[in-house]
């Protein structure tokens, strides 16, 4: 490995470990203050920073900073009987598989460095528009070119440096994803049996019985879309969905399964059976505290943001946007192009970039509207639903697309222009739908609330304003 190498390997694992990290910490909040908003109740706000007579809030958002506080200086306690070395190595394989598994999701298409230009005096003058790439970095030839008033003679710059922005680009793909997301019930199996607590046992019992159970319709709800894209590498996934359209629209059927079945991998509500409060106290971490109880705490918000990401990868285009591509914008239809501007190549990597990240954004506020709305199953619901309902649903789903692949390939080129026009056609609706989304959040947020008082209680002149008291039979 160069030294350029190295240090591109750092960048990205930087951006994509201090994303997770970063955003998990953000949504400890969210949980909070969205729980609050949905269930009308005033949420986070007694963490706070005093100033002289001023009082510094922020929304709720000291409260991440005064748990990871806590969590540092909290005393560590093992219980006497409890197995020393399996409960100290229980949070460490909890959390180190979901940090494992940022390393084969990309964020971002090949970036070509030093696209740069020079003057005959060597002065730069920064990026250079001109020169649209399509496909892969490719060495271009010198040439000369004339600067905007021809006073001097600009040298573009051969050489070209490509960097794929993904940790490890491992052809496995898909199949390193399941072997690292697998490690999990390792860690929630050991932290339950080594602490010699029988809810953290029971708790442990149920995580690894869950977590297999729904390991298996997550493998089968991705092999419909492995069939459609043709590899289980995750940037060629992305790739086929920027050329054709989203997987969600090639694989909705295994789009639900997918999300349903990570969100049950996360151990999240609906799905906290193995950490059920009322049953268990804390589940698998009962005996737990201090910064052993917060890698825990954290790791399953990290899981979450790993899971959106899988999801944003495999099904929502990753980082791909409707007719963005590596020489800019590209409006076609039907093979007629409608509108095309050339874009400078750094410009498409950082849209590709942002849209990634926002898109990652947006499916873990989903996860905690979803939090925040459903009741927990049953642990025998839970079950059937993982074998009775989502696993032959995967299996019908992998023969239902086996069916319609070999159609499409049997149709002949008809059919393939056909799909061609639906694809780009799905590519306008995601179009639409993201301008119409981004219109309403800006109007949203410079829009004045107006709130309308509800009186709720039991004060006689309330009750009498709104016609009296119902008077029960027993009353009477």
Known sequence: MTLFQLVWAIIKIAIMVGFVVNTAAILTWFDRRGGAAIQDRIGPNRAVIKIGKYEIRLAGLLHPLADGLKF???EFFMPPKADKLLFRMAPILSMMPVLALVAVIPFGDTLCTSDLHRSIDGSFFGVFPGVPRY???????????????????????????????????????????????????????????????????????????????????????????????GTVRLDEM???????????????????????????????????????????????????????????????????????????????????????????????????????????????????????????????????????????????????LGWRVLLPLGLANVVVTGVVYLAIVQGGASVSDALDVVAQTTQALIAFAITAGLAWLIVGFFKGRTKTPTIIGTAGKYAASSGGTPVTPMQA
């Not at 000369?144 to 052809?171: G, K, M, Y």
């Not at 990570?262 to 509500?269: F, V």
């Open 238 to 384: 992305v790739r086929w969905q920027g050329e054709h359209t989203w997987g969600i629209f090639a694989q909705p059927l295994g789009f639900i399964l997918f999300y349903v079945a990570a969100t049950a991998e996360n151990k999240r509500i609906p799905f906290d059976l193995p950490e059920a409060e009322s049953e268990l106290v804390s589940g698998y971490f009962t005996e737990y505290s201090g910064m052993s109880f917060g890698m825990f705490y954290f790791a399953e918000y990290m899981e979450i943001i790993t899971g959106a990401m899988l999801t944003t990868t495999i099904f929502l285009g990753g980082y791909e946007l409707p007719f963005l591509h590596r020489d800019g914008i590209t409006v076609e239809f039907g093979g007629t192009q409608v509108w095309h501007m050339i874009m400078p190549h750094i410009w498409v990597t950082i849209f590709q970039v942002v849209a990634f990240f926002t898109k990652v954004l947006a499916m873990c506020w989903l996860h905690a509207i979803i939090r925040w709305s459903l009741p927990r199953f049953r642990y025998d619901q839970l079950m059937k």
């Open 135 to 229: 496909g892969m970095c490719s060495v271009i030839q010198e040439h000369d070119l004339w600067n905007a008033d021809h006073s001097a003679i600009v040298q573009h710059v051969s050489a070209v440096f490509p960097v794929d922005l993904i940790v490890a680009p491992l052809s496995v793909g898909v199949l390193y994803v399941f072997a690292m997301a697998g490690q999990g019930i390792v860690g929630a199996a050991l932290a339950g049996w080594s602490s010699d607590n029988k809810f953290s046992l029971m708790g442990a019992l149920r995580a690894a019985s869950q977590m297999v159970s729904y390991e298996v319709a997550m493998g089968l709800s991705l092999i419909g879309a492995m069939m459609i894209y």
């Open 72 to 74: 540092f200086t909290k």
